[in-house]
């Protein structure tokens, strides 16, 4: 569960109402150089745009994201999630989790639930909301006595601040939902996408 293909820099939250986009969009991502796609479990149809992206677009590595439970999270895998992503932390969660070979990132806020996940195995690491909970002045703080994790910040994050994050020693990635605007999915505009896509990805290059 702790193993993990590195993320980043930017790790796009999906939430998609229609299923019939999965396919483009994930190309669109992955075409332009983001493979690690967190679809959100917020929607009816999230576990069927997993599998049909997970069946159609292999180069994407395909995770579930507001993962809540340990029955949401066992249909997950079964949908064909490569990873999962939760808000928080609960004892079931981390049961379930334990009993699949799938990378899990778990949510924090606070430095004694870094501490617990970190002792549960898990050194990747979600702090949501980001901003919300000290945001880049909590992960300075943190690296201090926890040089070992790592981190996705996720929540307040856009273009405007990313960059700032991803300077830091402890983040790995952030998460955000920028990649994938509303407006972008409305209109199919993949081109666009494709353009939000490749301006992420020379942030770590930047």
Request: hydrophobic share 50%; charged share 15%; net charge neutral.
């Amino acid at each position: 569960m702790t193993n993990w293909i590195e993320p980043g820099p930017v790790m796009p939250v999906i939430v998609l109402e229609d299923a019939g986009l999965a396919v483009d969009l994930a190309h669109a991502l992955v075409d332009a150089g983001i493979f690690h796609l967190e679809v959100t479990l917020r929607t009816a149809s999230a576990l069927d745009v997993i599998t049909r992206i997970r069946t159609a677009v292999p180069k994407a590595l395909v995770g579930a994201g507001t993962v809540l439970g340990a029955d949401q999270w066992r249909r997950a895998c079964d949908a064909g999630a490569t990873f999962g992503v939760s808000p928080g932390f609960t004892a079931e969660l981390g049961e379930a989790i334990r009993k699949q070979a799938i990378p899990f990132i778990p949510g924090v806020s606070t430095a004694s639930e870094a501490m617990r996940a970190m002792n549960e195995g898990f050194h990747l690491l979600k702090l949501f909301p980001a901003e919300a909970v000290g945001g880049r002045a909590l992960l300075r703080a943190l690296h201090g006595p926890l040089p070992q994790l790592r981190f996705c910040p996720t929540g307040g994050i856009g273009l405007h601040n990313a960059a700032d994050y991803l300077a830091l020693p402890n983040v790995q990635c952030v998460g955000g939902s920028w990649l994938v605007p509303q407006h972008a999915l409305d209109t199919r505009d993949w081109a666009g996408i494709g353009a939000l896509a490749r301006e992420a990805v020379a942030l770590r290059r930047a």
